[in-house]
């Protein structure tokens, strides 16, 4: 039998790990546990924690298991970033659309990311708080602009009110398993049957172009 | 036939773990099974219809070790005729009644039955069990490279053992005769002493000189553990008692580990890899293997004596008949929880050098006796890595080669308890005593305590900006137990256990502090962490930390026990960076070195289906520019933010 870690066969349980990074108070915490919460109302809750929170999804017929691992989003944890978020397969980078701090910081988070896990880590770009649209201080074009530029996603959030949460991580888990699954053919040309080699090292590309590619239009942001 | 090779040639060195073909065969085997070839080749050998004259009359021009399965006159049972050496007595030639019992075929005498008589004799190719020595398949079926020319020997039937195919062209040397050949001892344990013709993968370097011949070992073998000993050619045998103290005592346990066993295959779908327990399920009470063990130990018959283990310390008639694993299916009965019975299962084997995985185990063993000290390591790192790394290769291997049923070969891979128990257990004192040495060494462990030191004398919120309740001093104490716990345990597994367990702990106190409902993301919690950690003032942790994510399989590593261990490596992280720069750099450069090297090693591991280059793991060097602070919202400094290497100079 094969073993289902990491990106896992096409037949098999998917074990994706995303990473949730956002400053604080944008309100990261809420939006998973929003997301985790809403499908596993049970008794679970009491005492559920929201550092590392897991979810299971049947997506097309084929099993995910989901696993979130929330960050410290304060300054002073910033270069503990890493530690957590290698071996990721998707990150969620939130920025609070009232705040445009926070929206830099994403922008950071990305850079760093790109360059430490490559392209094949899927980007979720997401404006939390559309409940304060009155607020905002970050423009949509602005944003979404960025996110394509980067080859992210970019959605529009509200935990207070429920809102593009279920979509946002449905369509980022149907993105790892693209990833998961172009991996898995390409894996197959090179004969390899190594069971055991699992997504999430991937290559991190020191090349400069790669990095241009992937980061070049922070400056343009 | 079949595309996919049953098994693989070895590539003794620097093989890639995870490969799943772990097994060895001798390099005339192409691509075709042991077992495919018997399959094949079956009108040879098996002569149901001649009787014994005919069987010797065969047999007289082959070699040591060639053979027939015929049937019986008398008894109507199969009888398997082995050749062997010339000056053997009373003859060169002797016979074995295979057994038929519950549609499961063995050898008179011996322990482990198999579902067809195929298996059987292939087992026996490899592993001589209660035979002289192995069996050996006629050159010509071995040197075969094809089907179709199997083919063609099958369809000689015994007419191939007269004909020009029939060469016997010089072979590897004749079987060892350096042993004589088992008088029939009621005492299986016997049958287990002397050379085995079993190769270790790992090193092969130095098993060539021992291991004259080499053998295959068939990877789809399913040897099965027999729970019959009705055998009227055996001794009677009392069943041994069952531990009825230790079944007492552990009722409960056993109840809630075996429903914890149904929800994951559940949850998982069987195929998912196991996360750590989650943290909303722990309890204090979680049952920790690694430490009860001592007790269970006294408690427990031995079920089987390797080589390691000459004088049989038991000679009670009750235990002298019966074999290790026979003893050892009357132990499976019920008293043990699922996940401890393949534990024990997979520790007997590996300490029965009867079988390719207990030479295997046995060997690193004694190999890793000799080199686990702290002059023969250079890091911490390496060590566990090597042992890491053999730890995924005798867990392919054991499941690769069969011996173990579908049910426990699963649970085997989901889990690595067992692998553990037979590996980590007997090697814990020395590798810790090492570890402790070799992080003194390198001032480590100095650097963390005074770093702790410095720490301690700040509040919460100074410290890392705490700003939730956090555990008072009869918390930390509780703590402190857990860690003193925690670094008893030999299994990686447990110790994350009991790290969950600190980690609830801290959640409590938080929660106890705080408005009703609320919960805390990682915001909250790292500071509280890390402030708890200070409290505790173990500098150990942090070797305790490398032993855990070092040997923990890396699926696990994603699970929630592998975020709180990632939580608490990025605590002492956190601690030990320097409290005036905290706040930009972060981490001390032995951090991010040994982030690198953890990086690397993950790398290799997997390397195998990988594209990745040296420059790139290089590139994952953690560095975060000083200043980071001030000019962070300035976009020139995003250009660049946050791995600008060169001026640190962090090592490639």
């Known amino acids: ?174 993105r790892m398993m693209e990833t998961a699954q172009a991996e898995e053919r390409a894996k197959g040309n090179g004969a390899s049957q190594s069971t055991t080699s699992r997504r999430g090292v991937q290559i991190v590309d020191d090349d400069p172009q790669a990095a241009t590619a992937a980061g070049g239009c922070c400056s343009s942001a | ?187 299986p344990e016997d049958s287990g002493q002397g050379a085995l013709c079993f190769i270790n993968p790992l090193f092969l370097q130095f098993q060539t000189a021992l291991h004259r011949r080499r053998h295959q070992f068939k990877r789809s073998l399913k040897v099965r553990v027999s729970t019959e000993n009705s055998s009227p050619f055996s001794p009677p045998f009392a069943p041994p008692p069952p531990p009825p103290l230790l079944a007492k005592k552990k009722s409960k346990k056993v109840h809630q580990a075996s429903r914890a066993v149904e929800a994951r295959v559940e949850g998982e779908g069987g195929t998912a890899p196991r996360y750590a327990p989650s943290l909303s399920e722990l309890d204090s009470s979680s049952s920790l293997s690694s430490l009860e063990e001592t007790e269970e130990n006294s408690e427990r018959p031995l079920l089987t004596k390797g080589t390691s283990n000459p004088s049989p310390p038991c000679t009670s008639p009750a235990h002298q008949p019966v074999s290790g694993l026979r003893k050892l299916s009357a132990a499976f009965v019920s008293f043990f929880v699922p996940e401890k019975r393949v534990a024990r299962l997979v520790e007997d084997l590996s300490r029965d050098k009867r079988t390719a995985f207990g030479v295997l185990v046995q060997d690193f063993l004694r190999q890793q006796h000799e080199v686990i000290k702290p002059q023969c390591q250079r890091s911490g790192i390496e060590l566990l890595q090597g042992i890491r790394l053999f730890l995924s290769q005798a867990k392919t291997f054991l499941l690769d080669c069969g011996d173990l049923q579908p049910p426990i070969e699963t649970m085997v891979h989901d889990d690595e308890k067992a692998m553990f128990r037979c590996v980590l257990k007997p090697l814990k004192g020395q590798i810790d005593g090492t570890l402790q040495t070799l992080h003194q060494r390198d001032r480590s462990t100095q650097s963390m305590a005074e770093s702790l030191a410095k720490a301690r004398g700040k509040t919460p919120l100074e410290c890392f900006g705490v700003r939730v309740g956090v555990p008072d001093a009869a918390d930390v104490e509780k703590v402190l137990q857990k860690l003193a716990l925690m670094r008893r345990a030999y299994s990686p597994i447990d110790k994350v256990v009991l790290l969950l367990q600190v980690c609830k702990l801290i959640y409590k106190a938080m929660k106890d502090n705080s408005g009703e409902g609320q919960e805390f993301g990682a915001d909250d919690f790292l500071p509280a962490l890390s402030y708890v950690l200070v409290q505790c003032n173990m500098p150990e942790l942090s070797v305790e930390v490398e032993y855990m994510m070092e040997l923990l399989e890396s699926s696990w590593l994603k699970g929630e026990g592998g975020y709180y261990l990632t939580s608490v490596y990025a605590s002492l992280c956190l601690i030990q960076s320097k409290p005036e720069v905290v706040t930009s750099s972060g981490l001390t450069r032995e951090a991010r070195d040994s982030l690198k090297d953890w990086s690397r090693r993950r790398k290799k591991l997997l390397a195998h289906a990988m594209l990745y280059t040296w420059s790139a793991v290089s590139a994952f060097q953690l560095h975060a520019p000083s200043k980071l602070e001030s000019s962070l919202a300035t976009k020139s400094h995003i250009l660049e933010w946050p791995f600008i290497v060169p001026t640190q100079g962090a090592p490639a």
């Open chain 2, 1 to 187: 036939m079949q595309e996919d090779p049953v098994y693989d040639f070895p590539e003794p060195v620097g093989k890639p773990i995870g490969e799943r073909r772990a097994c060895l065969q001798r390099s005339s085997l192409k691509s075709i099974s042991v077992l495919d070839r018997l399959l094949l080749t079956h009108p040879v050998w098996l002569q149901l219809s001649i009787n014994s004259a005919t069987a010797l009359h065969i047999l007289q021009r082959e070699p040591p070790g060639t053979f027939l399965v015929r049937r019986s006159n008398t008894s109507q049972k199969k009888v398997l005729c082995v050749r062997l050496a010339d000056d053997c007595l009373p003859s060169f030639f002797k016979q074995f009644v295979i057994q038929e019992l519950d549609s499961t075929f063995s050898l008179e005498r011996a322990a482990i039955s198999f579902p067809d008589l195929c298996r059987l004799i292939a087992f026996y190719c490899v592993s001589r069990d209660v035979l002289p020595f192995p069996l050996e398949l006629p050159e010509a079926i071995v040197k075969a490279s094809s089907h179709k020319q199997l083919e063609s020997i099958s369809h000689m039937g015994v007419e191939f053992w007269s004909s020009p195919l029939n060469f016997r062209g010089p072979r590897n040397g004749p079987p060892p005769v350096e042993e004589a050949p088992l008088p029939p001892s009621p005492t």
């Open chain 1, 1 to 174: 039998f094969t073993m289902a870690a990491g990106g896992g066969a096409g037949n098999k349980t998917y074990s994706f790990k995303v990473v949730l990074l956002g400053e604080g108070c944008v309100g990261k915490t809420s939006l998973v546990l929003r997301y985790c919460e809403n499908k596993f109302n049970d008794k679970h809750i009491t005492t559920l924690q929201a550092s590392f929170l897991t979810k299971k999804l049947n997506i097309t017929g084929k099993r995910v298991n989901l696993a979130i691992w929330d960050t410290a989003g304060q300054e002073r944890f910033h270069a503990l970033g890493p530690i957590y978020y290698r071996d990721s397969n998707g990150a969620i980078l939130v920025y609070d659309i009232t705040d445009e701090d926070s929206f830099q910081k994403v922008k950071n988070w990305v850079k760093e990311l790109r360059k430490m896990l490559g392209n094949e880590i899927c980007l979720c770009i997401v404006g939390n708080k559309v409940d304060l649209e009155k607020e905002r201080h970050v423009s949509v074009e602005e944003a979404e602009g960025y996110a394509e530029s980067v080859g992210a996603k970019h959605y529009h959030t509200s935990a207070k009110l429920n809102k593009g949460i279920e979509e946002l991580f449905l369509d980022l888990c149907k």
